[in-house]
């Protein structure tokens, strides 16, 4: 099974000239969902000590309950700015459509845990460096961050300083 015959290319979507990765087909095909939360949650070094999984809104969070749940891990959602209920600590930046603000309960993690990020696309790195922050800020270490896929032109994993791992690369 190739996970790449499950990603549809939405040209223009949500701007003009972004070529935007739809990921619906994936997750609404049983096998290759569960194909491609399997790859992801292998790449986790059976020695690697993962506590809790961070899902970033909205479509990291599908993938990324299942590999916690393959790891025996916790998960924590991290959302856009105002979704979560409870006191928040929060981290702006750069989209390669835009500009926003991420934010974590301020109790997510308890300080010097090991935390795997998990989103369905890397492409600036913006997004995932904000969580990096958030994560470190916290007093915890980012063991890996994990994506189904990443756009390799645009240079994102240089952003990020924890190893960077996907299922698929454009
Ligand atoms: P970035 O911060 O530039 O790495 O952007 C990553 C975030 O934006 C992820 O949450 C993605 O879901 C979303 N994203 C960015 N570019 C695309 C794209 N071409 N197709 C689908 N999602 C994208």
Avoid: W
Wanted: include cysteine.
């Amino acid at each position: 099974m190739n996970l790449q015959d499950f990603v549809r290319d939405i040209p223009d979507f949500p701007k003009e000239g972004i070529l935007f990765k739809d990921i619906t087909p994936l997750l609404s095909n049983p096998k290759a969902l569960i194909r491609c939360a399997d790859v992801l949650a292998g790449y986790c070094p059976a020695d690697m000590q993962v506590d809790k999984v961070i899902g970033i809104e909205a479509r990291g969070f599908i993938i990324g309950g299942m590999i916690a749940e393959r790891l025996g891990a916790g998960f924590i959602p991290v959302r856009k700015k105002g979704k979560l209920p409870y006191a928040v600590n929060a981290q702006s930046y750069g989209l390669e459509y835009g500009e926003d603000t991420l934010e974590m309960h301020v109790d997510a993690i308890i300080p010097g845990e090991h935390i795997l990020i998990h989103d369905d696309v890397l492409a600036t790195g913006g997004t995932a460096q904000a969580v990096c922050k958030l994560v470190e800020a916290a007093g915890a270490v980012v063991v890996q961050c994990n994506f189904i896929m990443e756009l390799d032109f645009l240079n994102g994993r240089d952003k990020l300083n924890a190893p960077v791992v996907s299922a698929l690369k454009y």
